[in-house]
């Protein structure tokens, strides 16, 4: 059994955070369906070991994360251990999308971004870690690698309330943007909404 620490409701197109404890359980819920989230962490006493992508895909030797899977930082320590989830697609592969992405596929100097989100997210907390958008994890992403080597995005068939429930290995900072890709099948061509929920055992 576990109850329930803290929900925050992340807003569509936007970005924000919570801390969590060592052993706590976070909860990433997609609340209308087909969402992609971008997330950040890293340790609370110490912003330098923070949440890999890359070397979460070395210590794995798998570029797939499911229940399970661990989640590493650069120093190769797990940060997480999922141990719910719904959907088992993610992308860990391809950063957050940020101004530049935008500006240069599609001539949009001042479109909605994740990594604008991430730092809205870490000001809304009052932290001032500098993110960078290669240290964020596509949660939902439903990327695919070809035979070829080229990236596919698809959209995100999951559906309302898909949940992935990470378990904390450490004191950490997380921060989530509920992703405003609208211009790719990534979140169904419609950007929604998303919710961190805290939980821990009774």
């Not at 209308?32 to 950040?40: F, R």
């Not at 992308?91 to 999308?97: A, E, L, S």
């Not at 949940?163 to 004191?171: C, F, G, K, V």
């Not at 997380?174 to 950007?191: G, I, K, R």
């Amino acid at each position: 059994m576990s109850r329930i620490v803290e929900e925050v409701l992340v807003p569509a197109k936007e970005g924000r955070g919570i801390y969590l404890k060592r052993g706590q359980f976070l909860d990433i819920v997609d609340v209308e369906g087909h969402q992609v989230g971008d997330i950040v962490a890293w340790l609370r006493n110490d912003p330098s070991e923070y949440m890999s992508p890359t070397h979460t895909v070395s210590s794995n030797a798998s570029v797939a994360l499911k229940t399970g899977s661990k989640v590493f930082s650069n120093h190769r320590n797990p940060v997480f251990t999922i141990v719910r989830d719904d959907v088992e697609k993610h992308d860990i592969i391809v950063p957050c999308c940020d101004r530049e992405r935008y500006l240069n596929s599609y001539g949009l100097p001042d479109h909605p971004h994740c990594l604008g989100n991430l730092e809205q997210a870490r000001d809304l907390l009052g932290e001032d870690h500098e993110i960078h958008g290669e240290t964020a994890w596509n949660v939902f992403m439903h990327n695919r690698v070809e035979s070829d080597g080229s990236v596919v995005t698809d959209p995100a068939a999951h559906e309302a309330g898909a949940t992935i429930t990470l378990e904390a290995h450490d004191d950490l900072v997380v921060l989530l943007s509920a992703c405003p890709q609208d211009l790719t099948p990534c979140n169904a061509f419609n950007p929604t909404s998303m919710m961190l929920r805290v939980r821990e055992k009774e």
